[in-house]
């Protein structure tokens, strides 16, 4: 249900049920888990690149996957959440390595909030995006109620997700919910290249550096200045540090290693 192939750091993953338009069972939430938990643990990752098979990007929770009328017992979905959306939710937030999602097609409910969790997004043009919860009488869950806001404030989240009505991939990208909307035949293209050179970045400043502007939106000045100093300490005793400089120095592109 995920495929995944690491490549010169590059540890790609494609969401793969593509006639449910990679809708989310507990097969592919296992999956995905494994794989970001397998980034965690493995230095040779130094990025992750997310995308979905076929013509879209993840329609979300699968619903066919526990008919509700089929049981007699309502569903706890809060159980769900805690089962498998909160901790990939927080596994993709948490690792410090950088996240490029390539949404390639439709991206719903979950499905669109987990893309937000994304550290860089490039959409596909076509691409659209859909807080389909309130059709089904739902939430925005997968961190969906708390990054709509953050990004977008109160008025543009209440009416993505009280009317679920598409959002086109230019109109997130002028909105600043995605770093950019490409032509779609440039998607993959434009995505990889990208998380290429992520990948042969300073892997830990790029780490230290996702930490600190998530924790941004939650601490004081001061607190954060505090982060900053703490940060750019363990930054500066890096070994791409000292080569970053030294490259500088001799006029040479910098040959970081992650460490
Ligand atoms: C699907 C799905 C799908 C199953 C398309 N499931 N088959 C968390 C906690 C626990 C439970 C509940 O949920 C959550 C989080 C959530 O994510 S809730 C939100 C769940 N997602 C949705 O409500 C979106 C449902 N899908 C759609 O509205 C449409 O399919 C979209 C707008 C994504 C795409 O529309 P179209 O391009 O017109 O495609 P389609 O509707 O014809 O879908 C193609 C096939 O994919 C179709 O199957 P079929 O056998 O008829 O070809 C759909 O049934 C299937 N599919 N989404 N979520």
């Known amino acids: 249900t995920v495929i995944s192939s690491l490549d010169d750091g590059v540890l790609k993953l494609t969401l793969n049920r593509p006639d449910k338009l990679n ?11 494994r794989q970001i938990e397998r980034a965690h643990d ?22 066919g996957d526990r008919d509700p009328r089929k049981s007699d017992e309502k569903p706890d979905l809060g159980h769900t959440l805690d089962t498998f959306y909160n901790p990939t939710l927080r596994l993709i937030r948490d690792l410090e390595k950088p996240v490029v999602c390539a949404v390639n097609g439709v991206a719903a409910g979950a499905g669109a909030n987990i893309a937000f969790a994304c550290d860089i997004v490039f959409a596909a043009r076509s691409a659209r995006f859909i807080q389909a ?8 869950d997968a961190g969906g109620s708390w990054s709509l806001t953050r990004i977008l404030g109160e008025p543009r989240a209440k009416a993505l997700a009280l009317l679920a ?19 779609d035949d440039a998607l993959l293209e434009t995505a990889t290249a990208v998380a290429d050179r992520l990948a042969l970045g ?20 001061d607190t954060h200045l505090d982060m900053e100093r703490d940060c750019q300490r363990a930054a500066g005793f890096t070994n791409d540090y000292a080569e970053g400089v030294t490259a500088f120095l001799e006029k040479r592109p910098a040959v970081f290693k992650g460490e």
Request: one cysteine or more.
């Open 23 to 33: 809708a989310f069972n507990e097969d592919m939430h296992l999956a995905l888990r």
């Open 42 to 63: 493995d230095s040779s990752v130094r990025t992750i690149l997310l995308t979905g098979a076929g013509r879209a990007f993840c329609a979300g929770q699968d619903l």
């Open 133 to 140: 919860f309130s059709r089904i009488g739902l939430i925005p």
């Open 165 to 183: 009505e598409p959002l086109m991939a230019e109109q997130a990208e002028d909105w600043g919910l995605i770093w950019k909307a490409v032509e």
């Open 202 to 221: 300073p892997t830990i400043g790029l780490g230290l550096t996702k930490r600190l502007i998530q924790a941004a939106g939650t601490q004081d000045l």
